[in-house]
C-alpha cells in the first residue's frame, strides 16, 4: 500500500487489518505535509512493515513490492487548491509516480488497484457520471489523477498487468488533513475563526465516510475485474454551505462566522457518481452523513493532540497564502 499514512489510506490500513489479523501490509509512504507516521499508531506492529519511500523511487518500489500479492495505490498529491497554486507535485506523483507503481506491478505480476477520483469526469449540473462516462478534469489534480487512470488502463491492455480502479466521492471523516473544506470548518468554527466559503457555496459534493470507502476497497480488490472502473458514491449529495451550516451548529456557533470569499478557479459546480457496479460486487455504503459528520466533528474535539502540530506548522504559512488577503477579520 502506499500512501498508508495519509487519511484514507491509514483508515484502510487500520480497518483491513482489524478484520484480517493474519494478513501483513508493506506501507510506503513518502511522509510529505500530509502523510504522518502517527496516523498508523492504532495498527497492530506485527502486521505492518513501513518504508519512508517516494512512489517514483524505482528502487524503493521494487523493495516494495518484493513478495507482496497486490498494489493499492493511494499516494497521491490529494488537495485542488496546491494543485492550483503549484502543480509539478502532482504531475510528478499522481502521474509518474503511478507510472512507476505499474512498471513493479507488471515486473512482479501482481494486481495493481489504482485509488482514483470522481473528479476526473468533471462537473455534472444533473443525473450522475457512471463508469463510461468521458474523462473531463478541471484542474492540474483532477488532470493528474486522469493521466494516472489512463496509464492504468494503458497497462492492463497492452502488458496485461491486472490493474483496475476505484473512483471515489468526496471522503470525510477522522485524520482528515485541516486543509479540506470538513476539517478546516470544524476547527475554525471551534476556535471561533472565520468560515472561507468558495463563491457561493452552492457546489455540490456527494459526501462518503471514510470507513465506508474503506470497505469498497477490499470489496474491488478482492472481486473486481481487471482493466474496469469502479465508482465508490456517498449516500448524499449536499451543497457546500449546508454542510458548513450544520458544522455551526454541532459546533454550536452561528453563521456569522461565515465569509464568502473568492471561488476557487475552475471550480467545479456538482459531483455526482452512480455506485450501481460496485454495490453489485456486494458493497453498500453505511453511514449517513448526519452520523458521520457528528462522529467527525465529535473526534476533532477529543483529539486535539493530532490536530495541534499540524495546524501550528506549515499549514500555517499554507493558510495564510491561500486565505490571508481574502479573509475579513
Ligand atoms: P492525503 O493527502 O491525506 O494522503 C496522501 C498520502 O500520500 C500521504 O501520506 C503522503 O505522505 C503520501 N504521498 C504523497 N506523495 C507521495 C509520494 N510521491 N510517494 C509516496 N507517498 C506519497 O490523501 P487522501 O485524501 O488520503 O487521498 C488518498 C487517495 O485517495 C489519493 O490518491 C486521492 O487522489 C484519492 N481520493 C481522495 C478523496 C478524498 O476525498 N480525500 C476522494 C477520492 C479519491
Ligand atoms: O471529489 C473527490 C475529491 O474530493 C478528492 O479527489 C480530493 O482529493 C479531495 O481533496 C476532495 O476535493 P474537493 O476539492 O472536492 O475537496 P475540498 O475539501 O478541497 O473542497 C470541498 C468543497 O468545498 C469544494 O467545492 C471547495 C469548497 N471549499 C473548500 C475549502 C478548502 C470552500 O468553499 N472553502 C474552503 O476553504
Known amino acids: 500500500?502506499?500512501?498508508?499514512?495519509?487519511?484514507?489510506?491509514?483508515?484502510?490500513?487500520?480497518?483491513?487489518?482489524?478484520?484480517?489479523?493474519?494478513?501483513?501490509?508493506?506501507?510506503?509512504?513518502?511522509?510529505?505535509?500530509?502523510?504522518?507516521?502517527?496516523?498508523?499508531?492504532?495498527?497492530?506492529?506485527?502486521?505492518?512493515?513501513?518504508?519512508?519511500?517516494?512512489?517514483?523511487?524505482?528502487?524503493?518500489?521494487?523493495?516494495?513490492?518484493?513478495?507482496?500479492?497486490?498494489?493499492?495505490?493511494?499516494?497521491?498529491?490529494?488537495?485542488?487548491?496546491?494543485?492550483?497554486?503549484?502543480?509539478?507535485?502532482?504531475?510528478?506523483?499522481?502521474?509518474?509516480?503511478?507510472?512507476?507503481?505499474?512498471e513493479a506491478a507488471r515486473d512482479a505480476g501482481i494486481r495493481h488497484l489504482q485509488i482514483s477520483t470522481d473528479e476526473v469526469y468533471g462537473s455534472i449540473e444533473e443525473g450522475s457520471f457512471t463508469e463510461s462516462s468521458p474523462i473531463d478534469p478541471s484542474s492540474p489534480y483532477s488532470a493528474s489523477k486522469a493521466g494516472g487512470d489512463l496509464l492504468v488502463g494503458a497497462f492492463q491492455k497492452t502488458y496485461g498487468v491486472d490493474a483496475l480502479i476505484v473512483r471515489a466521492s468526496n471522503n470525510y471523516g477522522p485524520y482528515q488533513h485541516p486543509e479540506k473544506l470538513i476539517p478546516l470548518m470544524v476547527l475554525n468554527a471551534m476556535a471561533g475563526d472565520r468560515l472561507p466559503v468558495y463563491g457561493d457555496g452552492m457546489q455540490v459534493r456527494n459526501w462518503l465516510f471514510t470507513e465506508d470507502f474503506a470497505s469498497a476497497i477490499d470489496v474491488v480488490l478482492e472481486r473486481g475485474e481487471a482493466g474496469e472502473v469502479y465508482n465508490v458514491g456517498g449516500p448524499e449529495e449536499l451543497p457546500n454551505i449546508e454542510v458548513v451550516k450544520r458544522i455551526l451548529e454541532l459546533t454550536g456557533r452561528d453563521e456569522s462566522l461565515i465569509d464568502h470569499v473568492g471561488d476557487r478557479l475552475g471550480h467545479d459546480r456538482r459531483y455526482s457518481l452512480s455506485a450501481d457496479r460496485t454495490e453489485g460486487l456486494g458493497w453498500r455504503a453505511r453511514v449517513h452523513f448526519d452520523e458521520g459528520i457528528e462522529r467527525t466533528v465529535a473526534w476533532y474535539r477529543d483529539n486535539r493532540d493530532w490536530w495541534e502540530p499540524i495546524r501550528s506548522g506549515e499549514y500555517r504559512e499554507y493558510y495564510e497564502r491561500q486565505y490571508g488577503t481574502k479573509l475579513g477579520s
Open 1 to 102: 500500500m502506499t500512501g498508508g499514512a495519509g487519511f484514507i489510506g491509514s483508515t484502510y490500513v487500520r480497518r483491513h487489518l482489524a478484520e484480517r489479523p493474519d494478513d501483513e501490509i508493506v506501507v510506503l509512504d513518502k511522509l510529505t505535509y500530509a502523510g504522518r507516521r502517527e496516523n498508523l499508531a492504532d495498527a497492530p506492529p506485527s502486521q505492518i512493515e513501513f518504508a519512508e519511500a517516494d512512489i517514483a523511487d524505482r528502487e524503493a518500489v521494487a523493495r516494495a513490492v518484493d513478495g507482496c500479492d497486490a498494489v493499492v495505490n493511494f499516494a497521491a498529491e490529494s488537495h485542488v487548491d496546491r494543485s492550483i497554486a503549484e502543480p509539478d507535485a502532482f504531475i510528478q506523483t499522481d502521474v509518474f509516480g503511478t507510472f512507476v507503481l505499474l
